[in-house]
């Protein structure tokens, strides 16, 4: 029986969660519990400098790195001391600022040793880049978990800054992004000075422009075969631009791209029951075009915790194989030349 915390900062930015978790291996399976979970939404200034970090000197992003892991580190002992908690481990997915895996390169910034130096605890972090090395595309790592925690449901579909899916495919498990979600809606409310569109409800006073929707639909990456992964970059390069040159109202974009969200999950997900987790699983007009565009299927939203801290929870259950010595990145989800152990440990040192 081990107890991990597990952190989980996601492309949109919405806050750092924090779940509190034992884990126990008997009978051939993993069993969990949520002791408790929470949210800590960011300072205005942490917010900017993740948001721009991509654009840093070398310096800056490197005392950045080092300072965000500080950071983490204070926050995860606040949640420790105000519940009395008494954790093995902590398993930071950290940020996401760079993620490039054609080049075998990705960046998820906070210090794992920050981290350990302010909790107290020892903390297992940067689980990506081995993968990458590894020629995979270091994502989705979520699906591991899926498999072990999540069995009863044919699909897995989380839906934050990009949406990704889970499912068993033969003997092996398959898994890979599908689209962005919340980070290209939540760029367009907060230019009106929102933080999401709460229930979809301006996505859906507004009017689908085919036009957009068959340009976005026909972007390149949307032909590749998996395992494939998106960052930050695409969008950035690709969908951004595509979507402003249209000269659409908010209305209208965020409309657009609910449907065109709709669409894609639609392709990839054939029929029976579908556990969706993630801030878009509260988009109330999202989910209903889901369901317009996957008619035979069951979209299942569990209880609150799951869908807010499902990730975290399995940022910890991650850190649970790092420390039995078993794999969490599976060459059949990322494409790497073989199973491997993700993750490096920082110890909190002797006191």
């Given at each position: 029986?081990?107890?991990?915390?597990?952190?989980?900062?996601?492309?949109?930015?919405?806050?750092?969660?924090?779940?509190?978790?034992?884990?126990?291996?008997?009978?051939?399976?993993?069993?969990?519990?949520?002791?408790?979970?929470?949210?800590?939404?960011?300072?205005?200034?942490?917010?900017?400098?993740?948001?721009?970090?991509?654009?840093?000197?070398?310096?800056?992003?490197a005392q950045w790195h080092s300072d965000y892991g500080l950071y983490l580190g204070r926050c995860v002992r606040k949640f420790i001391e105000e519940?009395?908690?008494?954790?093995?481990?902590?398993?930071?997915?950290?940020?996401?600022?760079?993620?490039?895996?054609?080049?075998?390169?990705?960046?998820?910034?906070?210090?794992?040793?920050?981290?350990?130096?302010?909790?107290?605890?020892?903390?297992?972090?940067?689980?990506?880049?081995?993968?990458?090395?590894?020629?995979?595309?270091?994502?989705?790592?979520?699906?591991?978990?899926?498999?072990?925690?999540?069995?009863?449901?044919?699909?897995?579909?989380?839906?934050?800054?990009?949406?990704?899916?889970?499912?068993?495919?033969?003997?092996?498990?398959?898994?890979?992004?599908?689209?962005?979600?919340?980070?290209?809606?939540?760029?367009?409310?907060?230019?009106?000075?929102?933080?999401?569109?709460?229930?979809?409800?301006?996505?859906?006073?507004?009017?689908?422009?085919?036009?957009?929707?068959?340009?976005?639909?026909?972007?390149?990456?949307?032909?590749?075969?998996?395992?494939?992964?998106?960052?930050?970059?695409?969008?950035?390069?690709?969908?951004?631009?595509?979507?402003?040159?249209?000269?659409?109202?908010?209305?209208?974009?965020?409309?657009?791209?609910?449907?065109?969200?709709?669409?894609?999950?639609?392709?990839?997900?054939?029929?029976?029951?579908?556990?969706?987790?993630?801030?878009?699983?509260?988009?109330?007009?999202?989910?209903?075009?889901?369901?317009?565009?996957?008619?035979?299927?069951?979209?299942?939203?569990?209880?609150?915790?799951?869908?807010?801290?499902?990730?975290?929870?399995?940022?910890?259950?991650?850190?649970?194989?790092?420390?039995?010595?078993?794999?969490?990145?599976?060459?059949?989800?990322?494409?790497?030349?073989?199973?491997?152990?993700?993750?490096?440990?920082?110890?909190?040192?002797?006191?």
């Amino acid at each position: 029986m081990v107890k991990i915390i597990g952190m989980m900062s996601g492309t949109s930015l919405d806050g750092l969660d924090l779940c509190y978790t034992q884990f126990e291996y008997k009978d051939g399976k993993w069993d969990y519990e949520i002791i408790k979970a929470a949210e800590v939404q960011y300072p205005l200034e942490i917010k900017e400098k993740l948001a721009t970090a991509q654009n840093m000197t070398a310096l800056e992003y490197a005392q950045w790195h080092s300072d965000y892991g500080l950071y983490l580190g204070r926050c995860v002992r606040k949640f420790i001391e105000e519940n009395d908690f008494k954790p093995d481990y902590i398993a930071s997915h950290g940020h996401t600022i760079f993620h490039q895996p054609e080049k075998r390169f990705t960046a998820q910034i906070g210090s794992g040793a920050g981290i350990a130096a302010e909790s107290g605890v020892d903390a297992i972090c940067d689980f990506r880049t081995t993968d990458v090395a590894l020629y995979g595309q270091g994502a989705p790592l979520v699906p591991v978990g899926d498999r072990n925690l999540f069995a009863d449901y044919d699909y897995c579909l989380n839906m934050g800054g990009f949406s990704n899916i889970s499912f068993d495919s033969g003997e092996s498990r398959s898994a890979y992004d599908i689209c962005p979600v919340n980070y290209v809606l939540n760029h367009y409310t907060r230019e009106i000075g929102l933080e999401y569109d709460k229930d979809g409800e301006i996505a859906r006073s507004g009017k689908v422009c085919d036009g957009l929707l068959t340009k976005l639909n026909g972007l390149e990456f949307y032909t590749l075969k998996g395992p494939k992964s998106l960052g930050r970059e695409w969008v950035e390069e690709q969908v951004i631009p595509l979507i402003d040159s249209f000269g659409l109202t908010i209305e209208d974009r965020l409309a657009t791209y609910c449907e065109h969200v709709a669409v894609q999950i639609g392709s990839h997900v054939k029929g029976g029951k579908v556990l969706l987790t993630g801030g878009g699983a509260f988009n109330t007009f999202l989910v209903e075009r889901m369901a317009k565009n996957a008619p035979d299927s069951e979209y299942v939203v569990p209880d609150n915790m799951t869908v807010n801290f499902k990730e975290a929870l399995i940022f910890a259950f991650l850190g649970a194989l790092y420390i039995n010595n078993i794999p969490s990145c599976l060459k059949s989800v990322t494409g790497a030349k073989y199973d491997n152990i993700g993750g490096a440990l920082y110890k909190a040192g002797i006191k």
